[in-house]
């Protein structure tokens, strides 16, 4: 079965700096993988997801990922942190080919961003 | 297109008391899922529809909780009788039945059981 590891329940960077929120899975097979955001008092928004095009996604709000294969890996990236970037962050993986089996959600990561 | 739309957002109701949730999908959306957030476990997936069919109903806690899907554009989550425990945010989310398709989530049920 699949599965998503979030390192890190929380991070906290400075207005303008590097965000890096790391995202390792477990699958079979290659999985399709998403990133959602969600905000105080709002449901989870989709950011990105990655279906097999390219390796590097780009999502909204400046977001990124890039799906990595040989490290299972699908970390998110920003380049310049902003204050209205902080929130909740949930990595989700979905087999291929399963018809409709659920999300299965990390933990999520809540971002901090410090003026 | 308005979204998954939840009522009510916010529920206070007192020990024993029946608690139901609701939620309209996206049109044309053939899949919808309910879940809880609270603090301690996280998302946790309760139950799935496909078609209005529920498919995995595994997530729910005990026999206190039910869903029902009667309609492709609306569904309810009960509790009966609720427990403090069962405070938490109940979110419901709605997809196209395809593996690469996201979830699109409501605003979310805040209940809080005294």
């Known amino acids: 079965a699949q599965s998503v590891t979030q390192l890190g329940s929380h991070v906290s960077v400075s207005e303008g700096a590097l965000v890096l929120l790391r995202c390792n899975y477990s699958s079979s097979v290659p999985p399709y993988l998403f990133w959602y955001v969600q905000y105080p008092n709002q449901g989870l928004q989709l950011l990105l997801k990655?279906?097999?095009?390219?390796?590097l996604v780009k999502g909204i709000n400046g977001f990124e990922a890039e799906f990595k294969k040989s490290e299972t890996s699908f970390h998110l990236t920003k380049p310049s942190a902003h204050m209205s970037d902080a929130a909740e962050y949930f990595c989700a993986v979905s087999d291929r080919g399963s018809g409709n089996t659920p999300l299965v959600f990390g933990k999520g990561t809540r971002l901090s961003v410090i003026a | 297109d308005a979204g998954v739309i939840q009522s009510p957002r916010h529920e206070v109701t007192e020990m024993g008391q029946e608690v139901t949730l609701r939620c309209k999908p996206i049109s044309g959306h053939n899949s919808l899922f309910w879940y809880r957030q609270t603090m301690m476990r996280g998302l946790e997936l309760l139950i799935y529809?496909?078609?209005?069919?529920?498919?995995?109903d595994s997530g729910m806690p005990e026999d206190r909780f039910s869903a029902k899907m009667p309609n492709a554009s609306f569904s309810t989550l009960k509790i009966q009788p609720s427990e403090p425990r069962d405070s938490a945010v109940y979110f419901c989310?709605?997809?196209?039945?395809?593996?690469?398709?996201?979830?699109?989530f409501g605003n979310g049920t805040r209940l809080t059981v005294t």
């Open positions: 529809f496909n078609n209005n069919v529920p498919i995995d």
């Open positions: 989310a709605s997809s196209l039945k395809d593996s690469n398709s996201p979830l699109h």
């Open positions: 990655y279906t097999s095009a390219a390796t």
